[in-house]
């Protein structure tokens, strides 16, 4: 079984990478949750906040955005001294931040919209042949990044925001020897559908 070479040898990268990677992801809350994770991420390696993963989501309230917008000081403090997560202090405020934006957001028009507008609602196809060939940003990340800075967003490069992009799906960077790449391009389905056709209104 072939997988693009990123996955490795562990089992829980390997997991991932087969069962979430590349998977459109059209809940809103969801989307927000893998993109604070995204954040969290910088400077360090995915498998590091893979392992933690249950960690942030029992720290952060299973990551309901409406929850952590009312968070202050203390539960800064909180998780500054949480060793189950990557305590800094940048991206914990950052997390905050970004709840508050969401909400923002999704009261406007919904996240998932906001997010699934860069693609038209169906995810891009790149069909890159190697590994080597993915890129680690694009324009269009660039473009996404500036956007959600402009929003309010933290911790949302465009480095970042296209590992984002591949993580939820929105761009499917599964190289094309990856016993995934297909799968993942044919989930468009009834969710991508659905979410086009709001936007296209």
């Not at 590349?22 to 969801?30: K, L, N």
Request: net charge negative; charged share 25%.
């Amino acid at each position: 079984m072939q997988r693009c070479d990123w996955a490795g040898d562990d089992p829980i990268y390997q997991a991932y990478h087969d069962t979430e990677w590349g998977v459109p992801e059209y809940d809103s809350r969801a989307l927000w949750e893998k993109l604070v994770l995204d954040g969290f991420q910088a400077g360090l390696s995915w498998i590091t906040i893979l392992k933690k993963r249950d960690n942030f989501r029992s720290a952060f309230a299973g990551f309901d955005p409406h929850q952590i917008a009312e968070w202050g000081e203390a539960d800064i403090q909180r998780l500054l001294s949480d060793p189950g997560i990557i305590r800094h202090r940048g991206k914990i405020e950052a997390a905050i931040t970004n709840a508050r934006a969401w909400q923002e957001i999704e009261t406007r028009e919904g996240f998932d919209q906001f997010m699934w507008r860069y693609v038209d609602g169906v995810p891009l196809q790149p069909a890159f042949a190697t590994q080597a060939d993915v890129p680690p940003k694009t324009a269009l990340s660039e473009q996404v990044s500036k956007d959600l800075k402009k929003a309010g967003f933290k911790f949302c490069g465009p480095t970042i925001t296209y590992a984002w992009m591949e993580a939820c799906g929105l761009v499917n960077d599964h190289i094309l020897t990856c016993h995934r790449h297909g799968p993942c391009a044919a989930m468009a389905g009834e969710g991508g559908a659905a979410l086009g056709a709001k936007i296209a209104r």
